[in-house]
């Protein structure tokens, strides 16, 4: 062991008390350094998970490719983790919109694909979606291996078939399949070699990554995807890039990393004057014994190194502590709090909180060693020995204020730094308590998006042979050119009688189509969004249509317009009848 770490061992033995206050002081500081560091890390990896789930992790999508573009993808270098999903059928469902594909493992890989219980279709007549899509279809409470018959149109095209499936799984619900009332159901390969057994028919999209090797930013890889699709045949057209997924993953997120590298400055700073400060103090009591040092041979850079050792030793000590104290409460943090779950640790990061730790250290003590290295023995000994003494303005009574006042006022320049120190730090942590306090999804989307926005999607067709009146031109062949305007407003609904079913007059939310002038004859449907339940022709809902409006409905709601449940008792009144009773009365 050398003489200057034997030296910085007995210093730290003869003042424990500065050494343990040291170690706690950079203890604290490795804390807070993993805790705003490894969240940093945290919060963008769950940015880009998030955006993994939302929009998928594929960078982009090829669709209506032909069977050799599809294989000229997968065999390509620049392409990997591909997946295919083909487009199989049209489900016919009033109010709904229903598409039935094909998936294979890399397309479910690449979109978050999961189901919640049963197992991926493989026989022919095998489904899985939500439980929802059966609901809506008729089922109460659909079960595995339940059968359910649904109307489709096999490739979009063609008369509608009623195809009769077995369930063999349930994909997660989500809220927004349920607003907006679209759904996709998934079927098996062997059903699709069934009904669209030539390979040139199928409507097939593909779903890829592609290798960064130049380190590209979103917009630089879109225009690479474009250029590699040019190269393999597939038109513009064709081409649709996830550009949400490529933002998050691909562009560095400056919301967190500028704010988070701003306070792990603040930290270093603070902990470097509470480090200095005690250091600081440490030097001059012990001026002494660094003058008999350089008395007995020791050089400047002898000193330093005595210094620098118990700075390193102390931090050698207290930085793991801290890290895994800091791990452990940004794990805590994360999932209790923001209900993250991420993996936390990093090899790298772990590296860069202790470089940072021993910089503030290292910055810490480099005017105290300056100090220590410039004493002389000479200086060292009238340090004490030629130090006058002063008078002082004596106290009659001495009580703790006096003796803490005349402390803090003879010693100004701590008093200062101490101050200063504790200032900062009340800022720090009310900082962090705001910006923790402030990490709320809702709030973000509120931010982000701005409230009562909303978007209409007309899905309509203008080639369908079998069924031409569902064609969007039909009116204009019909020789019509109506001007149609859309309202979404406040409107009075009257009372509508549907068999048992009784939908209550009132204002309601509503979107209003004009068609034309708008003097034609009103078509009133109450229940949003899908447009109507009833049987025309005898003007009651059937039972289908029941269950879809108890799904669509809360149990509250739906025992309002339930007259089987409700009896409605009707009181007739005359309101002079009623005003000569209470004129009797009074």
Same mark, same amino acid.
């Given at each position: ?247 998050? %993953? !691909?562009?560095?997120?400056?919301? &967190? #990393? @500028?704010?988070? +590298? *701003?306070?792990?400055?603040?930290? $270093? ?76 640790? %990093? !090899?790298?990061?772990?590296?860069? &909180? #202790? @470089?940072?730790? +021993? *910089?503030?250290?290292?910055?810490? $003590? ?221």
């Amino acid at each position: 062991m050398k003489t200057t770490t034997k030296l910085a061992l007995s210093s730290m033995k003869s003042g424990k008390t500065r050494s343990l206050l040291t170690g706690i002081a950079i203890f604290l500081t490795t804390t807070l350094l993993t805790v705003i560091s490894f969240g940093c890390k945290a919060l963008i990896q769950q940015q880009i998970d998030s955006a993994g789930e939302t929009y998928g992790e594929h960078f982009g999508i090829f669709s209506q490719l032909s069977p050799e573009q599809a294989d000229a993808v997968m065999l390509h270098s620049q392409f990997y983790d591909t997946g295919i999903q083909q487009y199989a059928a049209e489900g016919v469902c009033k109010g709904y919109r229903i598409n039935y594909y094909r998936t294979d493992d890399g397309m479910r890989k690449l979109s978050h694909f999961t189901l919640d219980s049963g197992e991926y279709p493989k026989a022919e007549n095998e489904l899985i979606a939500q439980k929802e899509f059966f609901m809506v279809h008729g089922l109460k409470n659909p079960k595995l291996g339940d059968s359910i018959t649904v109307p489709i149109r096999i490739n979009g095209e063609g008369t509608i078939l009623e195809q009769e499936f077995s369930i063999s799984g349930f994909l997660p619900s989500s809220d927004s399949n349920d607003l907006a009332k679209q759904y996709s159901a998934y079927v098996s390969k062997a059903f699709l070699d069934r009904y669209i057994p030539n390979p040139d028919d199928r409507l097939t999209f593909m779903g890829f990554k592609v290798l960064n090797g130049e380190r590209l930013n979103s917009s630089e890889m879109a225009e690479k995807i474009k250029k590699l699709a040019e190269g393999i045949g597939i038109e513009k057209s064709q081409v649709s890039v996830n550009e949400d997924y490529l933002f998050w %993953s !691909l562009e560095p997120n400056t919301e &967190v #990393i @500028l704010p988070s +590298v *701003c306070i792990l400055l603040i930290i $270093m700073f603070m902990s470097a004057l509470v480090i200095y400060n005690i250091f600081h103090v440490s030097i001059i009591q012990k001026i002494r014994e660094y003058g008999r040092l350089k008395a007995l041979g020791a050089n400047q850079k002898q000193l330093k190194s005595i210094i620098r050792t118990e700075g390193l030793i102390l931090s050698a000590a207290a930085a793991p502590a801290g890290i895994l104290l800091g791990l452990l409460i940004l794990k805590i943090w994360l999932n209790a709090f923001l209900k993250i779950e991420t993996t936390v640790f %990093s !090899l790298p990061l772990t590296a860069l &909180v #202790i @470089l940072l730790t +021993v *910089c503030t250290v290292y910055l810490s $003590m480099r005017k105290p060693m300056r100090m220590a290295a410039k004493t002389s023995p000479v200086e060292a000994i009238r340090f004490e020995t030629d130090k006058k003494e002063t008078l002082r303005k004596g106290k009659t009574n001495v009580t703790v204020k006096s003796l803490t006042l005349s402390s803090l006022t003879l010693h100004k320049k701590q008093t200062i730094t101490t101050i200063l120190t504790m200032g900062l730090s009340c800022i720090l942590f009310v900082v962090i308590a705001n910006v923790a306090g402030n990490m709320s999804a809702e709030r973000q989307a509120r931010e982000d998006i701005e409230y009562g926005r909303f978007r209409i999607e007309l899905d309509a067709k203008l080639d369908d042979k079998d069924y031409p009146e569902n064609n969007l031109n039909e009116i204009q062949k019909q020789g019509y050119d109506y001007d149609v305007k859309v309202y979404l407003e406040k409107t009075v609904f009257p009372l509508k009688q549907y068999g048992d079913l009784s939908f209550p007059a009132g204002v309601y939310d509503a979107l209003r189509v004009e068609i034309g002038k708008g003097e034609g004859q009103n078509w009133w449907c109450v229940v949003y969004p899908p447009l109507c339940y009833v049987d025309v022709a005898y003007s009651e809902v059937t039972e289908k249509s029941k269950i879809r409006l108890q799904y669509t409905l809360t149990e509250e709601e739906f025992s309002v317009i339930d007259n089987t449940e409700n009896e409605i008792n009707t009181n007739v009144k005359f309101k002079i009848v009623e005003w000569w009773q209470e004129k009797k009365q009074s």
